[in-house]
């Protein structure tokens, strides 16, 4: 699993880089866009977890003082976006392990990263909108 997780990091540097108005901001870029995925992955996740497997949430965040979509907000970046964020600096941009990864993984020619981000990005919207037909139909 970690090994996929490295030849999908490794392809996502080699796309980004690969555009020329990205040479000075492929760290960020290639960063953003596999948090964002990753986040998503985790959100799906915990949620089916949540949901359908325990029956119960185990967090609550609540700002009296904050309007929903601030705390939805705040909750989105604690609780997915910032552990993907710190998980990816650790294993990847941490000592510049990166250039590591780049010499093993050569994967200029795989599409892991654009399945990946693609996959990450509408599997949620799909199921979302199943559970919504689903739930008018019956």
Same mark, same amino acid.
């Given at each position: ?9 490794? =392809? ?9 108005? =990205?040479? $000075? +901001? ?5 960063? /953003? &866009? @596999? ?6 992955? @985790? &959100? *799906? *996740?915990?949620?089916? &977890?949540?949901? !359908? ?15 929903? !979509?601030?705390? =939805?907000?705040?909750? #989105?970046? +604690? &609780? ?7 998980? =990816?600096? #650790?294993?990847?941009?941490?000592? %510049? ?12 020619? %795989?599409?892991? #990263?654009? +399945? !990946? ?5 509408? *599997?949620?919207? /799909? *199921?979302?909108? +199943?559970?919504?037909? /689903?739930? $008018?139909?019956?």
């Amino acid at each position: 699993m970690i090994r996929l997780y490295y030849r999908i990091w490794a =392809n996502c540097i080699y796309r980004i880089k690969s555009q020329p108005a =990205n040479m $000075k +901001t492929w760290k960020v870029g290639s960063m /953003i &866009l @596999m948090t964002l995925a990753m986040s998503m992955n @985790m &959100l *799906l *996740l915990l949620t089916i &977890l949540q949901r !359908y497997v325990l029956h119960m949430y185990f967090y609550k965040f609540d700002v009296p003082e904050m309007s929903t !979509y601030v705390n =939805n907000v705040l909750l #989105f970046i +604690t &609780l997915y976006v910032f552990p993907c964020f710190m998980v =990816n600096y #650790f294993l990847i941009f941490r000592n %510049d392990r990166y250039k590591l990864l780049l010499k093993i993984h050569h994967s200029e020619t %795989d599409n892991l #990263f654009i +399945t !990946y981000f693609v996959i990450s990005m509408a *599997l949620p919207v /799909i *199921l979302l909108w +199943t559970g919504i037909i /689903i739930s $008018k139909v019956g």
